[in-house]
């Protein structure tokens, strides 16, 4: 490790996105660029053939050539190549977005394309006799709904061609016929395996069947580019949603869809829950892991990130934003330009990987943020490394650079970025030196993902445009209490999906143990974020850690249901017990001050805690060993301190300039810490490496 961090070889390079953009891509200017990226100190490069104007025609035989091209120079120069799946941007279509216009995917298969859940409704103007004309064309099912009393009934074995009668009883009826139709796009259905693996066989494949001696050398790793299901007006569906959902839970959910449009009463959140939460693991299970087993399969990585991941309810359009990146070996994210503050969602990424074992962590980072400064450029890396990216991909390297549509442009050709460039990717360099491996992350406290609740007060046609989510929840503060913690308190934390903190934690010794291979932990504290609904195994295991002496703080809203409506009453009455246990506190207003004062009650010591002026930090440990990684992404100089708990013998590595046991911090034993005061310049940062 220490000579890698010296000496930065190839393997550990950052690897920008390279836009074949808008032009004829050519043999010798191929292998020109390619050299000026390797010079530039890149370790290689992620091709996105990129706008209507680029040549050769995509997936064409010429196409594969020039790709031949730089695989062959890759090997030539030690560099590395990412296969990114898609012709323009998002994934899915085979070239007709940001690309030629042209769908080729839906050109091939038109039936496995992007389906949205439609509704039509009549009202029963009085009971008796009811007859009414239904569409059979992708019709789902059809359900009466009483809405005074939540009543559902389903009509569907009455329809006789395409008339339906009905005998409607007193109430306020109203008859919903759901069609699953086609979106009128030309994504791939994201939910549906059969629809992802036909498209990697149309991409992932074609590139396999022509370069499978270059796999698992030169070609490292694949990339997929902003799925999302804010698609089909927010509605994204699939045919086999029924057929499936039956087969996991042993009925058929039709007579629960009304509830992804209205209140029905008692029985609404658990019903969205069910049909929101079985929709999100679609969409793991679909496109996002059918790469990712391909991509294994044949000895490269997976990486990518979705669309708009800043919607702080992701129902609408991530789905479950944690569990999406369930079986995805790099969970990814993109922080762009526009105003979109990915930074508040970082820890989501990186703990989506510990959850799930994993420990690449991957963010497409400075698109469309114009030419930006060198200290917003560090300013940028700091904070992404220090909340668990390890592997940042640049955005981006432009091989016509006289038609960049998102700038920065980064390469040795920009005259503002040329003479330092060589310094920033040293730099990154080095942080992947020490943070890409599969170190396990170090923290006290948990908080947990509501999901949840967010799905049981999700809905369709919220007053929101699809874009942003479609329904705003104002009580959501899993975010704000992230950013409270981390960047005012200084405590590192974890989020848990609420289906890890029941599969794989365990209460042991006072403490809440996350069973796993790799990313197992102990925590001292789990904060429960404002959430109205909670399952009950959730609120029992939280229950048994605080029995236990653990620390819990629900912040802002108590959760008052549970997702299953025959467990509330329990929820509650378990909630109301906690309530009365000194460990267990109810922070109507979880500012920093009161998450301070009562994280101050927390009796035994945390793993590290600081004294003054917290400052970013992460800690992870390697074979035994700590690592450290801190900086200051401020423009004035920070001066901290803080003690670890234990004895450390600790040496200070400059990932600025690659200098070991610096005498840039104070280190010495302090009762049964090590005391740490530092000082930083601004835009700098450190590690400190247990020897």
Request: with cysteine.
């Amino acid at each position: 490790m220490k000579a890698d961090f010296q000496q930065m070889p190839t393997e550990h390079r950052p690897v920008p996105l390279w836009f074949w953009n808008n032009t004829e891509v050519m043999p010798m200017e191929i292998k020109k660029q390619m050299a000026q990226l390797q010079q530039a100190g890149y370790g290689g490069v992620s091709i996105l053939p990129f706008g209507k104007d680029f040549k050769p025609k995509y997936l064409s035989e010429a196409y594969f050539e020039a790709y031949r091209v730089c695989l062959e120079e890759a090997k030539k120069l030690g560099m590395r190549v990412h296969i990114y799946d898609e012709y323009g941007f998002p994934s899915g279509t085979a070239g007709d977005i940001n690309g030629d216009g042209v769908g080729r995917f839906k050109q091939r298969y038109p039936h496995l394309t992007n389906k949205r859940l439609d509704k039509t409704e009549i009202m029963v103007e009085k009971p008796g006799r009811f007859t009414a004309t239904i569409s059979r064309a992708n019709l789902i099912g059809v359900v009466a709904l009483d809405t005074l009393d939540h009543r559902r009934i389903d009509l569907s074995k009455l329809l006789k061609g395409e008339k339906i009668q009905w005998n409607a009883p007193q109430g306020a009826w109203k008859v919903m016929a759901f069609y699953c139709n086609d979106a009128g796009n030309s994504i791939v259905d994201y939910l549906d395996p059969e629809a992802a693996s036909l498209y990697i066989e149309m991409t992932h494949e074609a590139y396999q069947k022509r370069f499978s001696d270059y796999f698992g050398n030169v070609v490292e790793g694949t990339f997929f580019d902003e799925p999302t299901m804010y698609y089909a007006e927010g509605r994204t569906w699939t045919p086999a949603f029924n057929e499936k959902f039956q087969k996991k839970y042993g009925f058929n959910p039709l007579l629960l869809y009304p509830a992804l449009w209205y209140d029905i009463g008692p029985e609404t959140v658990e019903a969205r829950n069910y049909l929101f939460g079985f929709r999100a693991e679609l969409f793991a299970e679909g496109y996002i892991r059918q790469v990712d087993e391909w991509s294994r399969k044949h000895g490269v990585y997976a990486t990518g990130h979705l669309d708009n991941e800043e919607i702080l309810n992701a129902v609408g359009t991530s789905g479950d934003f944690m569990k999406a990146f369930k079986y995805l070996e790099a969970p990814g994210i993109d922080k762009i330009g526009g105003q979109r503050p990915a930074e508040r969602f970082y820890k989501l990424i990186s703990s989506a990987a510990y959850n799930w074992d994993k420990y690449l962590v991957m963010s497409e980072t400075f698109g469309d943020m114009g030419n930006i400064s060198w200290d917003e450029l560090f300013r940028i890396s700091i904070d992404q490394y220090s909340k668990g990216i390890n592997t940042l991909i640049p955005h981006a390297a432009w091989y016509n650079d006289q038609k960049v549509t998102f700038l920065p442009e980064l390469s040795l050709r920009n005259p503002l970025y040329a003479d330092s460039l060589r310094t920033f990717t040293d730099y990154l360099t080095r942080l992947n030196v020490l943070l890409k491996n599969d170190a396990r992350w170090l923290g006290d406290i948990a908080v947990l993902y509501p999901i949840a609740s967010m799905q049981g007060d999700h809905y369709f046609d919220g007053p929101l445009d699809y874009y942003k989510g479609g329904v705003e929840l104002p009580y959501l503060d899993y975010t704000d209490l992230s950013v409270h913690l981390f960047d005012s308190l200084g405590f590192d934390h974890m989020y848990l999906h609420p289906e890890v903190l029941d599969a794989q934690c365990k209460v042991k010794d006072g403490q809440l143990s996350l069973h796993n291979k790799r990313q197992h932990n102990n925590f001292k504290v789990i904060v429960v974020p404002a959430s109205r609904s909670l399952s009950l195994r959730n609120i029992e295991k939280i229950d048994a850690f605080a029995a236990a002496g653990g620390t819990v703080l629900f912040t802002t809203q108590l959760p008052a249901q549970a997702t299953r409506r025959e467990d509330d009453e329990k929820l509650r009455n378990i909630l109301k017990g906690m309530l009365k246990r000194n460990n267990v506190h109810f922070l109507e207003k979880p500012t920093v001050r009161n998450l301070q004062a009562a994280l101050q009650q927390v009796k035994t010591p945390f793993l590290l805690q600081f004294k003054q002026h917290p400052i970013p930090i992460i800690q992870k440990e390697l074979a035994g060993k700590r690592i450290l990684f801190f900086g200051n992404s401020s423009s004035d100089e920070k001066r901290s301190s803080f003690v670890l708990d234990g004895h450390f013998d600790l040496a200070c590595w400059d990932p600025h300039t690659g200098e070991m046991e610096s005498e840039r911090a104070i280190i010495k034993r302090e009762g049964s810490g090590t005391a740490v005061t530092v000082r930083l310049a601004p835009f700098k940062s450190l590690f400190l490496i247990e020897r």
